[in-house]
Antibody
Framework: EAQLVESGGGLVQPGGSLRLSCAAS????????MSWVRQAPGKGPEWLAT????????QYVDFVKGRFTISRDNAKNSLYLQMDSLRVEDTAVYYC????????????WGQGTLVTVSS | DTQMTQSPSSLSASVGDRVTITCRAS??????VNWYQQKPGEAPKVLIH???NLLSGVPSRFSGSGFGTDFTLTISSLQPEDFATYYC?????????FGGGTEVEIK
């Protein structure tokens, strides 16, 4: 059974940085596209970035371009999100997600890691 | 970006009721709408993909329909475990976008 476990969240000041990690197990990590999705309190989920099977095939939502960097290490079955220049509005639970197919059907989600940006 | 507008934002229903949730896209998304269920403190879980395809293990009381810009999620007979928040998501246009959610509460 596929499992995703995020880590790295916490409290950070505006302008600071955090690196989130996601450990994958139970499936062939290198064969699947992976995404980061976040959810602010009381809001719907918000897609941030995707890395497809090839480590260089990456897409971002516009509002994180230049601030967030998604990466993967297929040898370590791990997904990462480097977040720089954090803003108060980046406060959310961040989820690591796995795609089911070519379309972004997010069929496995981690438990989430809370990022709080506050002074 | 493709805006996904869900209605209603919340509803109260009783066990056994038929419940319909709608999702309207601001531009065509073809058939590429997925539906998720989220319970408090948990991550979303996909129920239906590509408009009407149930994921393995999802009860048959859930169904989806639509095409283009208008989509619906129907629960034919609401069960106690179905009280949750439901989200639609489009995967046709970049960026991927979600609806704001419909909270299904116990009447």
């Amino acid at each position: 059974e596929a499992q995703l476990v995020e880590s790295g969240g916490g409290l950070v000041q505006p302008g600071g940085s955090l690196r989130l990690s996601c450990a994958a197990s139970g499936f062939t990590f290198s064969a699947f596209s992976m995404s980061w999705v976040r959810q602010a309190p009381g809001k719907g989920p918000e897609w941030l970035a995707t890395t497809k099977q090839g480590e260089n095939d990456i897409q971002y939502v516009d509002f994180v371009k230049g601030r967030f960097t998604i990466s993967r290490d297929n040898a370590k079955n791990s997904l990462y999100l480097q977040m720089d220049s954090l803003r108060v509005e980046d406060t959310a639970v961040y989820y690591c997600t796995k795609w089911m197919g070519a379309q972004s059907i997010l069929d496995c989600w981690g438990q989430g890691t809370l990022v709080t940006v506050s002074s | 970006d493709t805006q996904m507008t869900q209605s209603p934002s919340s509803l109260s229903a009783s066990v056994g009721d038929r419940v319909t949730i709608t999702c309207r896209a601001s531009q065509t998304v073809n058939k590429y709408v997925n539906w998720y269920q989220q319970k408090p403190g948990e991550a979303p879980k996909v129920l239906i993909h590509t408009t009407s395809n149930l994921l393995s293990g999802v009860p048959s009381r859930f169904s989806g329909s639509g095409f283009g810009t208008d989509f619906t999620l129907t629960i034919s007979s609401l069960q106690p475990e179905d009280f949750a928040t439901y989200y639609c998501q489009q995967s046709y246009n970049h960026p991927i976008t979600f609806g704001g959610g419909t909270e299904v509460e116990i009447k």
